[in-house]
C-alpha cells in the first residue's frame, strides 16, 4: 500500500537563495509549523496562513493569468479595512502566524494596503507578505511599506528579455519595474532593514535559461524562484494518485476581498465553502464538517473523491509529477 505524503511547497521551485533567513527564532518556528504540518497530517486550532485578498483588481491584463479572467463584473474590488481588522483580530485571538494580501489581484491598488500592512505588524502576525506586479511599486509606496513593516514581497518577472516581457504582461514596463526595485533596494539600504526581502520569481511555462534568470535578477533579490503553471481553464476530473494529499488543508485559508472564505487558495469553484468572513468564524469553518472531511479523503489518498478537488488545475500539475516520479 503507497503511503500518502503531503509535499509543503510543490508548486514552487526556489533557484537562489531563500527569504526566511536571519528573521528570527519565532519566525523559524512558525515556518517550521508550516513545513511539518501537512507532512505529518497536523491540524492546528487555527491556520497557520491567512490569503487575504486585497484586491481582486489588476492594472495589467496578463497572457497567462489563471484567475481574472474568471472573474464576472461584479467580482472585483478592495477588501473593506473594518472587515481586514475583524478578520486579523479573530487571528491574533488564536495564534496566525502570516498572512499574504494577495490572492487574484495587484494588491498595491487597494489605497488602504499601508494601514493593512501597519495594522497587522502591530497585532502580532510575524510574516507579512503579498505578490506584486512591480509597477506601482514607486519610491513613496516602498518607503511606506518599510516603515509599516512589511516582512517580504514577491516580484513577478517573467524572463530576461524587455519587448518578451512586455507582450506577456500586457500593460506592464521593464523599465519602470526595473527602476522601482532599485528605489526599493536602495531605501532599504539606506535605512539598514533588511526587510522586506525580495523574492523575484517567474511562471514556469516560458522556454527559459533558468541560470541566466538567476544571473540576471539574483542582484536584485534575497531569493530567485520558479512556480508551476496551471491552466485555470480546464479542469481534467478523474485523476486519480493515491499517494498525494495537497498540503493547503493544513496550512492556509483564503478571504476574498468581499469577505467569501475558500478552503485554499484554488477552489475556484467555490461550492465547498459556503461562509463569510463578515458573519462567520474562521475558527469554526476551518475546525469545521467540510474541511474536516476533505481532509479526510485526502489522507487515505482519495482526493479526486472531493468535488471541488477534483479537476482542480492546481492539484491536477501537482499530481502529474507524482505519477511521473518527478515530485514524490
Known amino acids: 500500500m503507497l503511503e500518502v ?13 531563500n527569504v526566511h533567513m536571519d528573521m528570527g527564532l519565532e519566525y523559524l518556528d512558525y515556518r517550521r509549523c508550516w513545513e511539518e504540518y501537512p507532512k505529518n497530517f497536523t491540524v492546528s486550532s487555527f491556520p497557520i496562513h491567512l490569503d487575504i485578498e486585497a484586491s481582486s483588481r489588476c492594472n495589467l491584463k496578463c497572457v497567462f493569468c489563471d484567475k481574472l479572467p474568471l472573474l464576472k463584473k461584479d467580482q472585483f474590488g478592495d477588501i473593506d479595512y473594518k472587515l481586514f481588522c475583524k478578520i486579523i483580530h479573530e487571528g491574533q485571538e488564536n495564534g496566525l502566524k502570516s498572512i499574504k494580501l494577495s490572492y487574484r489581484g495587484e494588491p498595491l491598488l487597494n489605497r488602504e494596503i499601508i494601514k493593512m500592512v501597519d495594522y497587522a505588524k502591530n497585532k502580532g502576525v510575524l510574516d ?15 518607503s511606506d511599506l518599510i516603515n509599516a513593516g ?6 513577478s518577472i517573467d524572463g530576461t528579455d524587455k519587448n518578451n516581457f512586455e507582450k506577456i504582461r500586457v500593460g506592464a514596463n521593464f523599465d519602470t519595474i526595473l527602476r522601482n526595485m532599485e528605489d526599493l533596494i536602495e531605501l532599504k539600504n539606506q535605512r539598514h532593514s533588511i526587510t522586506p526581502k525580495i523574492r523575484i520569481q517567474t511562471v514556469n511555462f516560458l522556454d527559459l535559461d533558468l541560470d541566466m534568470y538567476s544571473k540576471i535578477w539574483g542582484k536584485y533579490a534575497d531569493e530567485i524562484a520558479v512556480i508551476d503553471y496551471k491552466d485555470e481553464s480546464v479542469r481534467e476530473k478523474g485523476l486519480i494518485c493515491n ?5 493547503q488543508l493544513w496550512q492556509r485559508m483564503t478571504i476574498e476581498w468581499d469577505g467569501r472564505i475558500l478552503q485554499c487558495n484554488n477552489n475556484d469553484t467555490r461550492t465547498l465553502i459556503k461562509y463569510n ?3 462567520s468564524s474562521i475558527k469554526e469553518i476551518w475546525n469545521g464538517t467540510e474541511v474536516s472531511d476533505a481532509r479526510t479523503m485526502h489522507k487515505k489518498g482519495l482526493s479526486h473523491m472531493v468535488f471541488d ?20
Open 128 to 142: 507579512i507578505y503579498f505578490n506584486t506586479n512591480g509597477m506601482l511599486l514607486n519610491k513613496s509606496v516602498s
Open 243 to 247: 499517494n498525494w494529499a495537497c498540503p
Open 309 to 328: 478537488c477534483d479537476g482542480c488545475p492546481w492539484r491536477t500539475a501537482q499530481v502529474k509529477k507524482v505519477l511521473s516520479g518527478i515530485d514524490n
Open 277 to 279: 468572513a463578515w458573519d
Open 5 to 17: 505524503k503531503s509535499n509543503p511547497n510543490s508548486n514552487f521551485f526556489s533557484l537562489v537563495g
Open 150 to 155: 512589511l516582512n517580504r514581497i514577491s516580484i
